[in-house]
């Protein structure tokens, strides 16, 4: 197990781990996936289920970068925890690329939720980070999550508002995903 370590954090309260929570003790689901594709790595998120295998953490993130965890080493102790750490200037098309190995691990897990920490801060215009994603490709990875994840959860989808430093980009990129969920059927 990995020892629980003091971190800085951004957040007081961690929603999505609140939420995962929720659906394990009150509705008795057995697997929950988190997405984490805010720019940051979701250290608490890891944190808190690094040794529950009820939940699948996957986390997309520029690396070497704060807070500093989510090397490709941390794994979870079910194996239950995917880092796709990315270095700093990724292009969209390298991101969407990586993005397939999120894909699969889903695939791989097969659950009966998803839950999204949607944080838009990969943006090419946000000022805190350096990945390049356009507004458009929040667009994209939603819906190829939504359709691949579609016979496990068909429906069992919510999203957690997290990052996005550029309220332009935080505008447009929230409305895209928002339009992939609506859209969803
Ligand atoms: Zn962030």
Request: glycine content about 6%; hydrophobic content about 35%.
């Amino acid at each position: 197990m990995q020892k629980k370590r003091r971190q800085w954090v951004f957040c007081i309260y961690n929603n999505v781990a609140v939420g995962a929570n929720y659906l394990i003790e009150k509705y008795k689901y057995k697997k929950i996936a988190i997405i984490d594709f805010d720019v940051h790595h979701g250290n608490g998120t890891q944190n808190i289920f690094y040794d529950n295998e009820k939940v699948l953490f996957i986390s997309t993130h520029q690396y070497p970068y704060y807070p500093g965890s989510g090397s490709e080493k941390e794994k979870g102790d079910f194996n239950n925890v995917l880092n796709i750490p990315l270095e700093a200037g990724t292009s969209a098309e390298k991101y969407l690329n990586a993005y397939e190995n999120v894909l699969n691990k889903v695939r791989e897990f097969k659950p009966e939720f998803l839950l999204f920490s949607a944080g838009f801060d990969a943006h090419i215009d946000d000022p805190l980070a350096q990945l390049q994603l356009s507004s458009e490709d929040f667009y994209k990875i939603t819906k190829r999550t939504l359709e691949i994840s579609k016979s496990f959860c068909n429906g069992n989808v919510v999203s957690i508002l997290e990052g996005g430093y550029d309220l332009k980009a935080l505008q447009e990129s929230t409305k895209r995903h928002v339009d992939a969920l609506i859209e969803f059927d």
